[in-house]
C-alpha cells in the first residue's frame, strides 16, 4: 500500500507517524513545498512552540474551538493532550506545563519538536520528499495521481492525505493549495476567515498607548455578552493585542467588519471589581493627596498614559486639584474605565496565527478523517473547518487529526 501524506506540517508529520505505528510495511510519502518539514511548527509560541494544553478534561479542552468542537471530539478522545505529551516526551523532549496551562518543551525551542519526526522518519523508512509543490491532484479506478511542480511523471497512490494547512502566514507555505485540490476532488468549502489576530480600531488613540498592558480585562462587544473574553491585552500602534485580543478575533471570526461598518466593543479593565469599590478606591487616592493634579493622581490606579486619555475623553482638567473633581464625574470616569468604547475596524489579514473555515465538516467522517465523498481521500489539520484559541489548541487539532487519519490511511 502507498499513502502519500500532501504537507509537513504538524498534521501531516503525526499523520506519517501513525500511519507507520498502523502498517509497518507500508510505503510513505510526505510531499512538503518547502525545503524542509515543519516550518510554521518552528515559529510558534514564538519560538517556542506551544505543543499543547496541559488540560485533561475533554469537554474542557472541547471549550476551546469556536468552530469544530463537535467534529474533533472523536479525534481528541482517541489521542488528547496526555498522548500528545506522552508522544514527544516518549521521543526525548522533556515538557513543561505552565501555570495558564500551555506546554512548552523544556529546551524552550521549538526545534527539538521537528527533530523529533526528522528522526522517527530516518529510522522508521517514511519518505520525505521537500522542495515537492503539489500542483494538481485526480481520482483515478485505483488510487490518486499527484502533479508536481517542474515534474514530468505523477506520482500515484492508493491513499491520500491532504494536511496542506490553511492560509494563515502564507510565507510558511500554507498557502491554501489543499482547498483546491479538495474542491477538484468533490469537496466544498466554507467561507475563510483570518482568526487568533490583532484588531484595527477607527480611534487613533491606541498608537498613543501602544504597548502599554492590563494583565487582566473584560472586552466584549457591545450588546452580545456572549461574544467575550478575560485576559490579558495590549494596546499597539493600529488597535489592540494579546490573548485576549486573539480569543476575541476567533469569536468575531466570521462578522463583517469594514471601516464602514465597523463593530463596535467596550473594554473592561476591572471584571472583578465593582463600580462601587473602584469609586471608593478613587476617593481614597484622592483623600490622600487633595492638592495634587488630579491626572497624576488617577495614575496611582491606571497608567499615566491612560490617565491622561481619560481625562481628555471626558474632558475632566487633568491639572485641577484632584479634590476639585465632583463625584459625579468620578462615576463617569468609573463607568468608562469598566467599558472603554473602540471600533473595530479591520482585523490585520496576513498576521493572523490561523484560518477560520475550511472543508466542509459533513463531508469528513469524524472517526476516520477518510472523505465521505471519496474514498482513501483524508483531510487533517487546519485545511479543516475547526480552529481553537490560543494556548496550544491548534497543535492539538493537528495531532490529533493527523492521528486519526495516519492510523486510518494506513489500514
Ligand atoms: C506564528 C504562528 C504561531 C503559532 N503558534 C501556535 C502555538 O504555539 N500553538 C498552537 O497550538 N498553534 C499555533 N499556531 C497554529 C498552528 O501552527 C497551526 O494551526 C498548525 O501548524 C496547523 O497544522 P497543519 O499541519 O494543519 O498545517 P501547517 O502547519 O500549515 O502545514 C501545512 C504544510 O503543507 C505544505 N504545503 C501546502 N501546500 C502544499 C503543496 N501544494 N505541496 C506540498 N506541500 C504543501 C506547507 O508548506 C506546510 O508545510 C501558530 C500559527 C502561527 C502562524
Known sequence: MKIVI??????GLMAATAARETNPTAEIVILEKNEAIGKKLLLTGGGRCNV?????????VLKHYPRGAKFLTSALHRFPPAATRKFFEKQGVPLKTEADQRVFPQSEDGRDIVHVFTKLFARSQITVKNGATVERVEKTPDGFL?????GTKPLTADHLIIATGGQAYRQTGSTGDGYAFAESLGHSLTDLHPSLS????QEKWPAKLSGVSFARARLMVSKNKKLAQLGPFLFTHRG???PAVFALSALIAKEKITAQQPLKINIDLFPDESNEKILTRLQMLIASAKQRAFCNVLAELIPKSLA???CGELQLNPTSHSAEISKKDLRRLTDWLRAIPLHITDRTAGEEFVTAGGIELTEVNPSTMESKLCPGLFFTGEILNMDGFTGGFNLQAAWSTGHLAG???AK
Open 6 to 11: 500532501i504537507g509537513g506540517g504538524a498534521s
Open 52 to 60: 499543547t494544553t496541559g488540560l485533561d478534561d475533554i469537554q474542557a
Open 146 to 150: 499527484l502533479q508536481l511542480r517542474g
Open 198 to 201: 490583532n484588531l484595527k480600531t
Open 240 to 242: 489592540i493585542s494579546g
Open 308 to 310: 491622561q486619555l481619560a
Open 407 to 409: 492510523t486510518n490511511a
